[in-house]
């Protein structure tokens, strides 16, 4: 099967290796993704990225597969169980440490360990994006099958510094680090963030090439690209 491997932003694109493509985050993410699914007509899409933790037992670099995409209302999708299954055999013979959950999307950056608390409570959720359930009904809408793959960044137990709490998508990268660099109250929680950055997209580029090489090799059964959460 034909496969487009999509991430929000370059970061994580560049991480995942030169096949992967940036779709950008929130309602232009989807968008962009839409205009590529029209043009190149893939069988399956696969979401790459990073997320933030909210199961208290992971910790930074440990990969989710989504078992199922919701919005905060709950409403949202599953993969085909063929793809999952296989993804999570997969993962389990690669070796990298990772959990198979779900993964709720929000409209901005989930920054207190409160607000995470609070999510995982109600949602029983391992991480928090803002790009997947979106991107995933965008898969479906075009006849393509979806997996999501993410890498924790942030744990539960890790607030972000108070300028990465307005940020919106790749445009804000640059104003961020002028934010970060200015607000001397950040640095312990940015210097926290920049420490776990590099074992998360080292997952996350490990963890994409085996959930890929599995979503190119396996044919969803029929009826399962609709595949609504109960």
């Known amino acids: 099967m ?13 991480a995942i290796g030169s096949a992967c493509r940036v779709v950008g985050a929130g309602e232009a993410g989807a968008r ?12 399956a899409v696969l979401v790459a990225g990073l997320c933030g933790g909210l199961d ?9 597969l ?29 070796g990298p440490r990772f959990v198979c959950s779900r993964l709720v999307t929000v409209g901005a950056p989930v ?10 409570n109600a949602h029983g959720a391992a991480g928090v994006d803002m790009e997947t359930v979106a991107l995933a009904r965008v898969a479906v809408e075009h006849g393509a099958s ?18 990465l709490r307005g940020w919106r998508g790749p445009a804000d990268e640059r104003a961020l680090l ?3 660099a200015l ?22 580029r490990t963890g994409a090439r085996v959930v890929a090489r599995v979503a190119r090799d396996t044919v969803p059964l029929d009826g399962e690209l609709l595949a609504p959460n109960p």
Do not use: K
Not at 2 to 14: C, F, K, N, W
């Open 2 to 14: 034909s496969l487009l491997l999509a991430a929000p932003t370059p970061r994580e694109a560049r």
């Open 56 to 64: 208290p037992s992971l910790r930074a670099g440990t990969l989710i």
């Open 32 to 43: 962009a993704l839409a205009a590529m699914l029209r043009e190149e007509r893939p069988d």
């Open 66 to 94: 989504a078992r199922e995409a919701i919005d905060e209302r709950g409403e949202g999708l599953q993969p085909p169980a063929t793809t999952l299954a296989g993804a999570r055999r997969a993962l389990r013979n690669a």
């Open 178 to 180: 002028r934010a970060l």
């Open 146 to 163: 979806w997996m999501a793959l993410r890498a924790v960044i942030d744990p539960a137990d890790m607030a972000l510094p108070r300028a």
């Open 111 to 120: 920054a207190t360990r409160e607000a995470r608390r609070d999510l995982w």
């Open 183 to 204: 607000s001397p109250r950040d640095w312990p929680a940015s210097a926290r963030l920049a420490l776990a950055l590099g074992p998360a997209l080292r997952a996350l």
